[in-house]
Each structure stands twice: as structure tokens, then as C-alpha cells.
């Protein structure tokens, strides 16, 4: 790995980067100034690893935010509160928009002129994104808010607070912790909790299953090859990809939230979940309930409600709905495929939910099992195809790849026997019933500290059998 490269968990420098915070951790247990001081120098070398300049922009929002919930808690005036908290949003919104969106936002106006006849030239910005920002940005603007809205105390520690927005498990790509959820935390005095770290290594095992194993073993194998050359595909192939891609994504990104929290659980430390077997699913407002969790319930909590939910009227309600989605797909990039990706995933939330009203359906309303088991496959069905935005370079790429599936073109030949029994085992394993992999917890969980060593150790031999020399970055590194 190049120190261009953000540290991939799955990588020995993270294994010996942790190593090394988790003794230095434990061995300042008892002097909590000391060892907070050590998780945020730490953290920020292991971010520096990446881009050592970009960690100014970390620091600054962590200042940033740690003197404007001071200033909201201590100001007397609901003005002086609505301003500070303006200082915050538009402090870290700016910087997310300037590094993440003014290129292409700066080319939509070029373009759009354009058809006008006004022609001027095209701003931009030369400068790589920051990895993480719209997890930091997110990561700390809940913070602010919450103190606003009074249901959270500023931190006066300003350690604490650093330790909180830098803290290296969920730094670069997530899970969004909450202030509210996190900061209570460190005023416990570590305790080494056998359970829980038990927990944490079952954790740190099964994402690297999921990343090594499956989703670089797809990406390198089938999905990489099929939307680099998509001509060279048949249809099939082509729509066998798009399913390859669908739960090498999951494995991806669920596998690196897996590693974060149970690197965090060494520590002591819980962070969220972001996964509950997302492609078990009925329709679309399910799927983002328990697709990257902790994304959608920040947007719900911070921009659905405030802009009045469905407090407001139906026709009120479709329209924050909508937008709400759509800025859940504008979030995974500045590009016209995310805009149309967006577009795509907001309506569909607001037809389901028109059909959904319409029928007279609650919570409490049960489907027959076929009749579950069939929107299960329907709504798999547009989650997979919709990837295809996601995944895709570009739009025009996006269109080859759907012109190949209707191409008319039937052969397999590409597909071997060890991917047709990847995604078929992958998919089995995602549709057995939670309570299998909670017994599987348990019983790891209860067998002796040597023996679970015994088996992270196995379980890491042979995945290094298998590992590709090529490395492939983990997918939401880009947001």
C-alpha cells in the first residue's frame, strides 16, 4: 500500500496500527487526559497516512463546531443561538460543497449556458476529495444541532470532542455516529469487557471475510471487467454483474462498518449498526431503513423533519420525502448519475408510499409469506438495476451497460463455476434468518479467548490464500 492510500482495514498497516493504539489505549486507562490526547494524535496519523495536509480540514471543523455549541448553549437570545448555529452550518456545508460538488455544479452552469449561446469559461477546482468528509461534515454538524435543539449539553472538553470527530475506526467511511450516541462514553473509565471484545474479534472476523473474500474476489473477477469493456459482455453476463456488484457493495461496505465497530469494541467503545440484511427487503422505504443506517436516519432526523415530515399534508409530505432522497443519492457523489440515481430512489419512495396510503396499509399489516417472498424479489430487482447508475463511470456508460443487457445476446460462457457459487452462497447466507447468525455470535462468543484467537488467526491464513495482490479500496472511500 502507496501513502497515497487511505489504510484499508483489511491491510497489515491497520493490523499494526491498531495493535499499537489498542496497547497504548489500555496502557493509559487510568490517566484520561493522556489518553485521549493519544486516541486523537493517533487518529489523525492514520488519517495523515492518506493526504497529511487534509487533516487541517478535520481539525478545523472539529474547532469549528466545539466553539459554536458552546456559544449556542451560552447564548441568551434565540437569535444569538440561530446564528451561531448558521456559523456551523454554513462552515461545514461550505467546505463539503467546495471540495465535493463546486466541479460539477461549476460545469452544470457552463453547460447550461451553454445551450444559451453565453459562453464562459469553466471554474475548477484542482484538488482531490477529502476521504471522509461527508461522514465527518455529517459526523459533526449533529453535534451543533443537537445542542440547539436542547437535547444535548456542549462538551467542555475540547479533548473530548476531537476524540469524538476523529476517532479512527469510523473516520473515513462511517458509520455517522452521533454526538448523543458516542460522547456519553468517555466518561466511563475504560473496562476490559470479555464479552465485548469477544464481540468485537467476531466483528473484525466476518468483515474481513466480507471484504476479502467476496466483494474483492467479485470486483476483480466479474464486476470490474464487465463496466470497464461492457461490449465485450453478453446481456446475461451483463445482468449477472449487476447482481455480482449488488452484494459486493453490501460486503464492502458492510464489511468495513463490521471491522470499525469491532475495532471500536476493542476499545470499549460501541458504534451503530449501519446493516440489518438490507436485500430482505419489501419495498424501497424498508431497503433504506436497513441500508447504510445511520445515512438515513441522520437525513430523516435533520432534514425530513425539520422540513415538517408529514406534519404538514400529504402533498407536503411527497415533496420533503422526495427531496430527502434525492439528496441521499447526491450525497454519494457530485455527478449526473448520482443526480439521476437521486431521482430514481425518490420516486420510487414517493410512489410506495402513495400505493402504500392508498391501500389502507400500517405497520401492523402482514403479508401472506408468497406475497412477502415475491416483493422481496421485486424490490431486489430495482435495487439491483438501479446499481447500475451507481457503479457506472459516467452516463454514457450507464447507457452501454443497459444497451448490452437488451442486446440480444445470450452466452455465459464468462461466467465460471466459482462466481455462479460465490453469488449463490452470498445470497443464501443473506436470507437465512437473522436468529443463525445472532446463535453463530453466541457460540464464538463462548468458547475460550485462545480458541477465538485460534480462529481470527485461521480465518486471517486463509484469507491471505486468497487475497488478490491487486488491492481494491473500499468502495465508499469516495464519499
Given at each position: 500500500m502507496s501513502a497515497a492510500d487511505p489504510v484499508q482495514f483489511d491491510s497489515p498497516d491497520y493490523a499494526i496500527f491498531l495493535g499499537l493504539a489498542l496497547v497504548g489505549y489500555w496502557l493509559l486507562r487510568d490517566r484520561r487526559p493522556a489518553r485521549r490526547v493519544f486516541i486523537v494524535l493517533a487518529s489523525c496519523a492514520f488519517y495523515m497516512a492518506w493526504r497529511?495536509?487534509?487533516?487541517?480540514?478535520?481539525?478545523?471543523?472539529?474547532?469549528?463546531?466545539?466553539?459554536?455549541?458552546?456559544?449556542?448553549?451560552?447564548?441568551?437570545?434565540?437569535?444569538?443561538?440561530?446564528?451561531?448555529?448558521?456559523?456551523?452550518?454554513?462552515?461545514?456545508?461550505?467546505?463539503?460543497?467546495?471540495?465535493?460538488?463546486?466541479?460539477?455544479?461549476?460545469?452544470?452552469?457552463?453547460?447550461?449556458?451553454?445551450?444559451?449561446?453565453?459562453?464562459?469559461?469553466?471554474?475548477?477546482?484542482?484538488?482531490?476529495?477529502?476521504?471522509?468528509?461527508?461522514?465527518?461534515?455529517?459526523?459533526?454538524?449533529s453535534y451543533t444541532i443537537d445542542i440547539y435543539r436542547g437535547q444535548l449539553k456542549a462538551r467542555k472538553s475540547l479533548l473530548d470532542f476531537a476524540f469524538f470527530v476523529t476517532y479512527f475506526p469510523q473516520l473515513v467511511a462511517g458509520p455517522i455516529v452521533r454526538a448523543s450516541e458516542f460522547l456519553p462514553q468517555l466518561k466511563r473509565r475504560p473496562r476490559l469487557n470479555p464479552e465485548l471484545v469477544s464481540r468485537g474479534l467476531f466483528l473484525i472476523g466476518t468483515g474481513l471475510v466480507k471484504k476479502v473474500a467476496i466483494a474483492?474476489?467479485?470486483?476483480?473477477?466479474?464486476?470490474?471487467?464487465?463496466?470497464?469493456?461492457?461490449?465485450?459482455?453478453?446481456?446475461?453476463?451483463?445482468?449477472?454483474?449487476?447482481?455480482?456488484?449488488?452484494?459486493?457493495?453490501?460486503?464492502?461496505?458492510?464489511?468495513?462498518?463490521?471491522?470499525?465497530?469491532?475495532?471500536?469494541?476493542?476499545?470499549?467503545?460501541?458504534?451503530?449498526?449501519?446493516?440489518?440484511?438490507?436485500?430482505?427487503?419489501?419495498?424501497?422505504?424498508?431497503?433504506?431503513?436497513?441500508?447504510?443506517?445511520?445515512?438515513?436516519?441522520?437525513?430523516?432526523?435533520?432534514?425530513?423533519?425539520?422540513?415538517?415530515?408529514?406534519?404538514?399534508?400529504?402533498?407536503?409530505?411527497?415533496?420533503?420525502?422526495?427531496?430527502?432522497?434525492?439528496?441521499?443519492g447526491l450525497w454519494h457523489g457530485a455527478s449526473w448519475t448520482f443526480v439521476v440515481y437521486g431521482t430514481l430512489q425518490a420516486t420510487a419512495m414517493v410512489v410506495h408510499r402513495f400505493f402504500y396510503k392508498r391501500a389502507g396499509r400500517t405497520a401492523e399489516t402482514v403479508d401472506a409469506r408468497w406475497l412477502r417472498g415475491l416483493k422481496i424479489f421485486a424490490c431486489l430487482q430495482f435495487v439491483v438495476f438501479s446499481r447500475i447508475l451507481f457503479r457506472s463511470k459516467g452516463l454514457d456508460n450507464a447507457w452501454e451497460v443497459t444497451a448490452r443487457i437488451f442486446s440480444g445476446t445470450r452466452s455465459m460462457a464468462q461466467i465460471s463455476w466459482g462466481l455462479w457459487l460465490m453469488l449463490g452462497t452470498t445470497f443464501f447466507v443473506h436470507y437465512l434468518p437473522k436468529r443463525y447468525f445472532e446463535h453463530l455470535e453466541r457460540t464464538f462468543i463462548r468458547i475460550p479467548p485462545w480458541t477465538q484467537g485460534l480462529a481470527l488467526a485461521g480465518v486471517v491464513y486463509l484469507l491471505s490464500l486468497v487475497a488478490s495482490s491487486d488491492a481494491v479500496p473500499y468502495i465508499y472511500f469516495q464519499f
Open positions: 497529511p495536509y487534509y487533516i487541517g480540514l478535520i481539525l478545523f471543523s472539529t474547532l469549528l463546531d466545539y466553539v459554536a455549541g458552546r456559544q449556542i448553549e451560552a447564548a441568551k437570545s434565540p437569535k444569538l443561538k440561530r446564528f451561531w448555529l448558521f456559523v456551523s452550518l454554513t462552515g461545514n456545508l461550505g467546505l463539503l460543497g467546495t471540495f465535493k460538488y463546486f466541479n460539477f455544479f461549476a460545469e452544470a452552469l457552463h453547460d447550461g449556458l451553454a445551450l444559451a449561446h453565453v459562453n464562459i469559461p469553466t471554474a475548477q477546482l484542482d484538488v482531490l476529495l477529502p476521504v471522509g468528509i461527508s461522514f465527518y461534515t455529517f459526523q459533526t454538524l474483492d474476489y467479485l470486483s476483480l473477477n466479474l464486476v470490474d471487467r464487465v463496466f470497464d469493456n461492457p461490449s465485450l459482455f453478453t446481456g446475461p453476463e451483463v445482468i449477472v454483474a449487476l447482481y455480482g456488484f449488488t452484494m459486493q457493495m453490501y460486503c464492502d461496505f458492510s464489511g468495513y462498518t463490521d471491522m470499525a465497530r469491532g475495532s471500536a469494541m476493542l476499545m470499549g467503545l460501541e458504534l451503530p449498526e449501519n446493516f440489518d440484511r438490507p436485500y430482505a427487503t419489501t419495498n424501497p422505504a424498508e431497503f433504506w431503513r436497513r441500508w447504510h443506517m445511520t445515512l438515513s436516519s441522520w437525513l430523516r432526523d435533520y432534514l425530513y423533519f425539520p422540513l415538517g415530515g408529514s406534519r404538514r399534508g400529504e402533498g407536503r409530505a411527497y415533496l420533503n420525502l422526495w427531496l430527502t432522497m434525492f439528496l441521499i
